[in-house]
């Protein structure tokens, strides 16, 4: 009998798990090994080796990933940018085009408007507040739909449904990247994305020692960006694979955790008189707050503000907090804290973090797993030194 698996963080602990258990150890090996025995396959993907990520670690993590996105496949690779680059080398080609949120990771607008006019693929970015607008941005040469599910840094929430219709109706693939919400609070495929993308960098493993990435969904788009992934080489080895299969097993337990800190710090910021504007969907003001209520089981572990005094407060602001870290990543047990225009978003031009509306003072904050209580606490104090 096959063991009941109907809920979330049943699945984190027990999906994808060898069975029988390999010589009875609870916790999956680490195969370290970069080749394997030939055994008689017959074409060139069924080897068993590394950069075709399909050793014993690799497959354990494609089974759970898919399981707990609710998605036929999935499949991890050497960082969430090797994962967002690869399945768009993977399906767009020189002469295609695709429509892309407005405001984005820093890494992928810049991939989108560095690289992409070398390889001759067309982007344009749509208004995500416009969805009106959208259809007259589709050309015949138009191939996908790219949105984030919370939008970094600013927390925007994009009608996601809408996305996955507006995609279906034209043709098009739908891609959508749910580094900020995780599985836990929103899974794309139930919601009709073909695929859903990871930096698992962050939360997926959540111990800010691994990097990492993640691309799941339709099993035949998964399998056409494996073979991509195998040509490119941006592979995941088997230590990284073990410890990010460790770390998923906690994902809701820790999510959960940040997305009720992040809501108590959010509200603490949204009252206070030295705070200009806070960006968290699971705040009533917030403009997509409705939208995010009825998609998402949670709200997430990131916000962003502003302080009234602009970067100078900001700055002063970041130096003075204890508990978070000033760092450029997220999704960790530890707070970090960062100004997007020094470390995310830096690599964009000033002008494309303008229009994006990103400012220089805007802070982003990713809640870790201290007590909420300690770090109200520590943002109280730092905001009276602003």
Known sequence: MGKLS????????????????????????????????Y???????????????????????????????????????ASGMAAISTTLLALLSPGDHILAQGCLYGGTHNLMRVEFPRLKIE???????????????????TRAIYVETISNPLMQVID???????????????IIDNTFATPVNFRPAEHGFDLSLHSATKYLNGHSDVVAGAVIGRAPLVERINRALSHLGGSLDPHACFLMHRGMKTLGVRV?????????????????AKVASVNY?????????????????GFGGMLSFELK?????????????????????????????TRP??????????????????????????????????????????????
């Not at 809920?7 to 999956?28: F, K, M, R």
């Not at 982007?123 to 040469?141: G, R, Y």
């Not at 494309?352 to 109200?376: H, M, N, P, V, Y």
């Open 281 to 297: 969907p699971g705040l009533e003001r917030h403009p997509h707050y409705l939208r995010a209520r009825a998609l998402f089981d």
């Open 39 to 77: 055994r008689g396959e017959s074409s060139y993907y069924g080897l068993r080796y590394i950069r075709l990520s399909n050793t014993p670690n690799h497959l354990a993590l494609h089974r759970k990933l898919a399981a707990v996105e609710n998605a036929e496949a999935a499949l991890v690779t």
């Open 341 to 386: 225009v020094t470390t995310s978003h830096s690599g964009m031009a000033a002008v494309d973090r303008q229009r994006a509306g990103i400012s220089d003072s805007l802070i982003r904050f990713s809640a870790g797993l201290e007590a909420t209580e300690d770090l109200i606490d520590d943002f109280e104090q730092a905001l009276a030194t602003v």
């Open 309 to 337: 005094g602009g970067v100078a407060a900001a700055e002063a602001f970041i130096g003075r907090v204890t508990l978070p870290i000033c760092a450029p990543s997220l999704g960790g047990v530890e707070s970090l804290i």
């Open 123 to 141: 982007v344009d970015f749509i208004d995500a507040d416009a969805p009106a607008s959208w259809p007259s941005q589709v050309k015949t040469n």
């Open 160 to 174: 996601l449904k809408g996305v996955a219709a507006f995609a279906r109706d034209r043709g098009l693939l739908s």
């Open 256 to 272: 959960r955790q940040q997305n009720q800190a992040a809501l108590c710090l959010a509200r603490f910021l949204e009252r206070h």
């Open 6 to 37: 109907k809920h979330l963080d049943t699945l984190l602990i027990h999906a994808g798990e060898p069975s029988p258990l390999i010589e009875g150890a609870v916790s999956i090996p680490i195969f370290q090994s970069g080749t394997f025995e």
